[in-house]
């Protein structure tokens, strides 16, 4: 059972963290994009369906602790530093995505599309270059952040991969 668990805490991690950890890092450069071509629908809709991917691959990513847990409890590890530490820090990695990666997102979607927006009054006389520019210029600066926290994110991730093949201390021998 415990082959099992592991293999099935292995692949949901593939299956579930790669996707968001690919599509959030492909973000905020098509964001950039984005808000400097306001008028590209494709760019948007990328956008859209990254931040897309995001949400669902976070929500399905749940089962990779869940799994985890069940894996560790049958390995009696439960209570190994290495695990406690890997435990931890995919907490931290799942509050960086729900707190910071994803609502920065959905922020930026909003930029683009009022940029589109912006735009197309623009076009027919009712609005002014003046305030399209300062807020593509403020969300160009939320692009930056958002990739940061994405690297933090990243990098948790990372490190809880490292963390489980290492594993430190561990007395199986790996």
Not at 50 to 68: E, T
Not at 96 to 113: F, H, N, S
Not at 122 to 132: E, K, L, P
Request: charged share 10%; aromatic share 4%.
């Amino acid at each position: 059972m415990t082959k099992f668990l592991l293999s099935l805490h292995v692949l949901v991690a593939i299956v579930a963290v790669g996707p968001v950890t690919v599509a959030a890092s492909m973000f905020p450069p098509g964001a950039r994009r984005a808000l400097a071509d306001p008028g590209d629908p494709r760019a948007a809709e990328t956008l859209r369906l990254l931040h897309r991917i995001c949400r669902v691959y976070a929500g399905v990513g749940i089962a990779v602790p869940v799994l985890g847990m069940a894996t560790a409890l049958s390995m009696g590890v439960l209570n190994d530093t290495w695990l406690v530490v890997s435990m931890v820090l995919t907490g931290v990695a799942a509050a960086v995505l729900l707190a910071l990666v994803l609502p920065r997102q959905e922020e930026l979607l909003e930029a683009v599309d009022a940029g589109g927006a912006a735009e197309a009054d623009s076009a027919i006389g009712t609005s002014t270059g003046a305030g399209t520019s300062a807020g593509v210029a403020v969300s160009a600066r939320l692009t930056v952040r958002l990739a940061m926290f994405t690297g933090v994110f990243n990098l948790l991730w990372a490190t809880v991969t490292i963390l489980m093949i290492v594993r430190p201390g561990s007395t199986t021998g790996a």
